[in-house]
């Protein structure tokens, strides 16, 4: 057993199978005391590799695992201090393959139930290599201001208020990790505070004893005085009684076993630690604190006169100077984890990706507010649910009819033949093995002011020339000074004497049902004078949608300006094309797929294919 200190402020370990909760409780803890560097050096999780994102303060950090103990101890020969989270069933091997490697000193078994031949040949093992292990069946320990062991006393509120992020004069042993915790929070009340505490575990075969850590204090300079925590079973606390009485501890001890109500009981009794079974009087509770007093401890009459028995030594070491309290400092507040403190209230944290207009979060979707059995039970059309999608409110029937006209107009030229932008895009790829949704994202990322994409531009452009009072002569010849062509202008077969009959169909629905069509009639207008120059130069469908939508954002009294120019301007209106186009470019897909033709093949590919 070491005869000094086990830890400092740069002990840094080895966690072994990964438990997220205790290691970022040691980092906390790390950041609370001032460290520099993290206690944590590396992760031990066997068969896998890589780096685990974890938090140093407010600085994400990123700690290394490793697929086995060996190759973590090459890679961190400074870590000595090896925490092993391992289940019973594998805390053995996973124990000694680090008791085996030079450069772990210190082992902390946290799992209970190990067997007890294979935690006997542990602690052989280890004595016989000049190696300390705590545990089985241990929460660890702490040094305070310097280093703690994964859940070593709790919560971040617990440390703060048993002043455990900067070092006292008290050094304490138990059995029990839960009592531990307990314990300093008293030492806390009644002394400066605790130098170093240990909790052994509750198995009848500890690593480490309680007299091998009361010896080891008692070789600790900063440490003044010891206060021991025992319980009934075993003979543990007898190794202690006889260092007493052989005067290897000159530092004053205050002792209390625990247990003492195990005489009430007629019958044998078994407590929650599996070495704390009440048995002959030597093991009982009032047997071990009578030869604790004989020998020199500072034992009080019950549990509840622990406190003011630690209080009245450390007071008497005040007294004479051996102890002189130091000024309190302030800790530093570690930050909270996001979760936490929005759980808490104590945050708003805006969310990455907003949606208004869809939610499924609750009983059933929503679109735009509208439940979708909604949508279903009157009867909505493609028209409405557009209108939900894109523009968040449900607009008129004649509006979403009109929108559902568009789309009809759109899909009666959906398959233009392979020589269209787009179709020949998705045929292409098609023909090149790829899948539905690759053939068809090809073909829509085509779409642009030249294929498809001339709605939004001259919903633009006729807007921009009305706004500003051009007459189609000053937009027209502006534009052509611009090297613009007017978008929604011009047709390859349609001319002034055969005009689009999907143009008409519109019109017509515009001036019956809009209660303004005021951009159509200047887009007809513009019509008019571009017919004069060309008779090609007719306005195609693209025009009459992209002009007869303004109509319908500024007369159905439903949107404001600027939601009508944020709508133009973020390019809605091409949607409608994408839409119908899409239905067109998967029958392009599927036809290519049922041809089953390699998208190309050389001539002398047959003489190598006969060959």
């Known amino acids: 057993m070491a005869t000094g200190q086990l830890f400092s402020r740069t002990t840094q370990a080895l966690f072994y199978n990964y438990k997220q909760s205790p290691v970022q409780r040691m980092l906390d803890y790390d950041f609370l005391c001032g460290r520099e560097i993290p206690s944590v050096a590396g992760i031990v999780n066997p068969g ?41 069933r594998s805390a053995f091997q996973s124990s000694m393959d680090a008791l085996k490697q030079s450069t772990i000193r210190v082992i902390v078994i946290i799992a209970e139930g190990v067997p007890e031949a294979d935690t006997k040949k542990l602690i052989a093992f280890a004595a016989l290599n000049h190696k300390v292990v705590i545990g089985p069946a241990t929460v660890g320990g702490i040094q305070a201001g310097a280093f703690k062991i994964g859940d070593t006393a709790g919560t971040l509120e617990n440390i703060i208020q048993s002043k455990l992020y900067r070092p006292g004069s008290v050094g304490f042993v138990s059995k029990s990790g ?37 010896l080891r204090f008692n070789n600790i300079p900063q440490i003044k005085m010891i206060v021991v925590l025992g319980e009934l079973g075993g003979r543990d606390e007898y190794s202690l009684v006889e260092a007493l009485k052989q005067g290897k501890v000159t530092k004053p001890v205050v002792a209390w076993v625990s247990g003492t109500c195990a005489k009430l009981f007629k019958s ?11 048995g002959g009087d030597m093991e009982s509770a009032q047997g071990k604190n009578k030869a604790l007093q004989e020998a020199g401890a500072i ?10 028995a630690v209080k009245g030594v450390y007071d008497k070491l005040v007294s004479n100077q051996t102890i002189v309290p130091a000024p309190e400092p302030k800790p530093p507040t570690v930050p909270e984890d996001l979760h936490v403190a929005v759980k808490n209230g104590k945050v708003r944290a805006p969310t990455h990706i907003v949606s208004t207009i869809c939610d499924d979060r609750g009983d059933e979707p929503t679109y735009a507010g509208v439940q979708i059995s909604t949508i279903i039970e009157k009867d909505y059309g493609l028209g409405d649910v557009i209108s939900l999608l894109w523009f968040k409110r449900s607009l008129p029937k004649y509006c979403t009819k009109f929108i559902e006209a568009c789309i009809m107009c759109i899909i009666l030229c959906a398959d233009h033949g392979p020589c269209v ?24 990322l085509t779409i642009g002011p030249r294929f498809g994409g001339a709605i939004d531009d001259a919903a633009r452009y006729f807007k921009d020339a009305y706004d500003k009072n051009l007459t189609p002569y000053d937009f027209v010849e502006s534009m052509k000074k611009k090297g613009i062509r007017v978008p929604g202008i011009g047709h390859r077969i349609k001319r002034g004497d055969n005009r689009d009959k999907r143009v008409e169909l519109l019109q017509h629905y515009g001036r019956t049902f809009f209660p303004s069509v005021k951009y159509m009639e200047y887009a007809v207008r513009v019509e008019s004078y571009t017919l004069s120059k060309s008779n090609t130069l007719v306005l195609n469908v693209d025009g009459a949608i992209g002009s007869l939508f303004l109509d319908l954002l500024a007369s159905c009294a439903m949107f404001s ?4 120019d944020e709508i133009v301007g973020i390019g809605y209106l091409n949607g409608l094309f994408v839409l119908a186009r899409t239905i067109g470019l998967i029958g392009h897909t599927f036809d290519q797929k049922r041809l089953k033709q390699p998208l190309y093949r050389h001539p002398w590919e047959d003489v190598l294919y006969a060959k």
């Open 178 to 214: 839960g009592m531990s915790n307990e314990m300093y929070n008293v030492i806390a009340r009644v002394t400066d505070g605790l130098y170093e505490g240990i909790a052994i575990g509750g198995d009848v075969y500890p690593g480490s004893t309680l007299s091998d850590h009361v």
């Open 268 to 278: 044998e009794v078994q407590f929650g630690h599996a070495g704390a079974k009440s």
């Open 299 to 308: 034992v009080p009459t019950s549990y509840e006169g622990l406190e003011s």
């Open 561 to 564: 300006q600027q939601e009508i």
């Open 421 to 444: 932008s787009g179709a020949h895009n998705t045929i292409v790829t098609s023909r090149a093995g790829k899948d539905l949704v690759s053939s068809l994202v090809s073909g829509l």
């Open 48 to 88: 896998s590799d890589g780096f685990q994102k974890l938090f140093f303060g407010q600085e994400e950090i990123a700690v290394p695992v490793y697929g086995s103990v060996q190759a973590a101890c090459r890679a961190h020969p400074v870590a000595d201090v090896f925490i092993n989270f391992a289940s019973f």
